[in-house]
């Protein structure tokens, strides 16, 4: 690089120094180099200048500095002696105040510890009171002990005589109250959502009822409310009869705990709650039975009918074909020159021919007796299949994640039984009565061939 090159560069430099100054900005630009060396030399004035001027300015202001600094050292002293000052007065007070403690707890004697079993009794009062259905009638109660328990959890406050008697006068309500069956009108919010106001019936301490369904009485929002699933109807009758009784004894449903053995009862699932436990295979035990059923329906109504028809036939000696014993007859009429042994082969090609109709679809339910407990067995394995994923992938912790493998298991077995149970029972019976009914054809088919053997030997002897 020439040296006419780097004096270019540093004019540049300079060029671009100069100009941020005040002074070269309110001149123009340097046509040459002795301009520029001029207007760069008029700038170190101008800020040599502005350098002394704020020196001064400073010097000037160093005295109220001083003063400044003076003045908060002052009031730091000031307020160092309003601690120390307030510090021995804290620790001064500290002590009157445990002489003040210790000379009330003397004069309290025996009626601190008569605080401390109020405040006790105003405490489980109040939850009392919390989950008591009166409260629904005559609110407010709670709170009231609420406060007192917390303003006797203090040791500087007592309960007022005033106090002390609402306590007592409550406790004294609750017991009367709970002896009593009382109508009031009340919002009571309806399983649908809306709130309605309505009379409603409680019956002491224990239960409350409206348009014949049970209510609850929620702590949370402190509101009257429908049961969202309501017990067994015959329950919900004595409520019916609670409601349109005048004086009269009445029998109502009642629990005693004040709403737990009902919330419990509610919770059990009904009939169709539980086949849905059973699942798909509950579903088809279900289905099997219904045909089983029907099949031992028709058989056990075909089998009383054709008993009835024989018996008839029994007490009359003309022969009818509307049942099996008057068709297995009329073969005597229909082969009356046979011999004894073609007229035993008729008869008994003619009772094999009522067999089956006899004993139709009574396989069938043998069958099903027979197939409804494996089925069982099967939704059994399938549930307890279930169980053991469920254990695998979410360990066992929890039982509630089980409860539905479980479910199945022990609902199909259920139902397995129930279904097994009652057709083996409905095969044995119809079975006997087609068997029956069989045993009276073969002894009149043997009665025939005896008396059509005896005329065929006097016939000979004669």
Do not use: W
């Given at each position: 690089?020439?040296?006419?090159?780097?004096?270019?560069?540093?004019?540049v430099?300079?060029?671009?120094?100069?100009?941020?100054?005040?002074?070269?900005?309110?001149?123009?630009?340097?046509?040459?180099?002795?301009?520029?060396?001029?207007?760069?030399?008029?700038?170190?004035?101008?800020?040599?200048?502005?350098?002394?001027?704020?020196?001064?300015?400073?010097?000037?202001?160093?005295?109220?500095?001083?003063?400044?600094?003076?003045e908060?050292?002052?009031?730091?002293?000031?307020?160092?002696?309003?601690?120390?000052?307030?510090?021995?007065?804290?620790?001064?007070?500290?002590f009157?105040?445990?002489?003040?403690?210790?000379?009330?707890?003397?004069?309290?004697?025996?009626?601190?510890?008569?605080?401390?079993?109020?405040?006790?009794?105003?405490?489980?009062?109040?939850?009392?009171?919390?989950?008591?259905v009166?409260?629904?009638?005559?609110?407010?109660?709670?709170?009231?002990?609420?406060?007192?328990?917390?303003?006797?959890?203090?040791?500087?406050?007592?309960?007022?005589?005033?106090?002390?008697?609402?306590?007592w006068?409550?406790?004294?309500?609750?017991?009367?109250?709970?002896?009593?069956i009382?109508?009031?009108?009340?919002?009571?919010?309806?399983?649908?959502?809306?709130?309605?106001?309505?009379?409603?019936?409680?019956?002491?301490?224990f239960?409350?009822?409206?348009?014949?369904?049970?209510?609850?009485?929620?702590?949370?929002?402190?509101?009257?409310?429908?049961?969202?699933?309501?017990?067994?109807?015959?329950?919900?009758?004595?409520?019916?009869?609670?409601?349109?009784?005048?004086?009269?004894?009445?029998?109502?449903g009642?629990?005693?705990?004040?709403?737990s053995?009902?919330?419990?009862?509610?919770?059990?699932?009904?009939?169709q709650?539980?086949?849905?436990?059973?699942?798909?295979?509950?579903?088809?035990?279900?289905?099997?039975?219904?045909?089983?059923?029907?099949l031992?329906?028709?058989?056990?109504?075909?089998?009383?009918?054709?008993?009835?028809?024989?018996?008839?036939?029994?007490k009359?000696?003309?022969?009818?074909?509307?049942?099996?014993?008057?068709?297995?007859?009329?073969?005597?009429?229909?082969?009356?020159?046979?011999?004894?042994?073609?007229?035993?082969?008729?008869?008994?090609?003619?009772?094999?021919?009522?067999?089956?109709?006899?004993?139709?679809?009574?396989?069938?339910?043998?069958?099903?007796?027979?197939?409804?407990?494996?089925?069982?067995?099967?939704?059994?394995?399938?549930?307890?299949?279930?169980?053991?994923?469920?254990?695998?992938?979410?360990?066992?912790?929890?039982?509630?994640?089980?409860?539905?493998g479980?479910?199945?298991?022990?609902?199909?077995?259920?139902?397995g039984?129930?279904?097994?149970?009652?057709?083996?029972?409905?095969?044995?019976?119809?079975?006997?009565?087609?068997?029956?009914?069989?045993?009276?054809?073969?002894?009149?088919?043997?009665?025939?061939?005896?008396?059509?053997?005896?005329?065929?030997?006097?016939?000979?002897?004669?």
């Open positions: 690089m020439t040296m006419k090159n780097v004096f270019k560069l540093c004019s430099a300079v060029l671009a120094t100069l100009m941020q100054t005040p002074a070269f900005a309110q001149e123009d630009k340097a046509l040459d180099l002795d301009q520029l060396l001029k207007q760069l030399e008029q700038g170190q004035i101008q800020q040599s200048k502005q350098n002394k001027e704020r020196e001064k300015e400073f010097v000037a202001k160093a005295g109220e500095q001083d003063r400044m600094l003076k908060a050292m002052s009031r730091r002293d000031q307020e160092l002696k309003n601690s120390e000052k307030l510090e021995t007065q804290f620790e001064e007070n500290e009157k105040l445990a002489d003040l403690n210790e000379a009330m707890n003397r004069r309290l004697g025996s009626l601190k510890e008569l605080f401390g079993v109020l405040q006790q009794v105003a405490g489980d009062t109040k939850g009392k009171f919390q989950n008591s009166i409260s629904a009638q005559i609110p407010g109660r709670a709170e009231f002990l609420d406060e007192l328990a917390q303003k006797m959890g203090s040791s500087s406050k007592l309960a007022s005589i005033n106090e002390i008697e609402r306590v006068f409550e406790m004294q309500r609750e017991m009367t109250e709970s002896g009593k009382t109508r009031f009108k009340t919002d009571v919010v309806e399983a649908n959502g809306n709130k309605v106001n309505k009379e409603a019936i409680r019956v002491g301490s239960a409350l009822v409206a348009d014949g369904k049970y209510l609850e009485y929620l702590l949370d929002s402190q509101n009257v409310a429908e049961l969202v699933r309501q017990p067994a109807q015959r329950y919900l009758d004595t409520v019916n009869a609670l409601e349109n009784s005048h004086g009269e004894l009445v029998e109502f009642l629990d005693p705990t004040g709403g053995i009902l919330r419990l009862k509610v919770q059990e699932p009904s009939y709650e539980r086949v849905e436990q059973g699942g798909t295979v509950g579903y088809i035990i279900l289905v099997v039975g219904a045909i089983g059923l029907l031992a329906l028709e058989r056990l109504v075909s089998l009383t009918l054709i008993r009835n028809k024989v018996n008839r036939q029994l009359n000696e003309t022969a009818s074909n509307d049942n099996p014993l008057g068709r297995v007859i009329k073969v005597k009429s229909e082969f009356p020159h046979a011999d004894t042994e073609t007229l035993e082969l008729k008869l008994t090609e003619a009772i094999l021919g009522e067999v089956p109709k006899l004993g139709r679809n009574l396989t069938v339910i043998k069958i099903i007796s027979v197939v409804a407990p494996l089925m069982g067995l099967l939704g059994t394995v399938t549930g307890m299949i279930r169980v053991f994923q469920d254990i695998t992938l979410y360990g066992t912790g929890d039982p509630k994640i089980m409860a539905g479980i479910s199945t298991a022990l609902v199909t077995t259920v139902l039984l129930v279904v097994a149970i009652p057709t083996t029972l409905l095969y044995a019976m119809l079975n006997t009565r087609s068997k029956n009914i069989v045993f009276i054809l073969q002894e009149q088919a043997s009665g025939i061939i005896a008396e059509r053997a005896e005329k065929a030997e006097q016939a000979t002897q004669a």
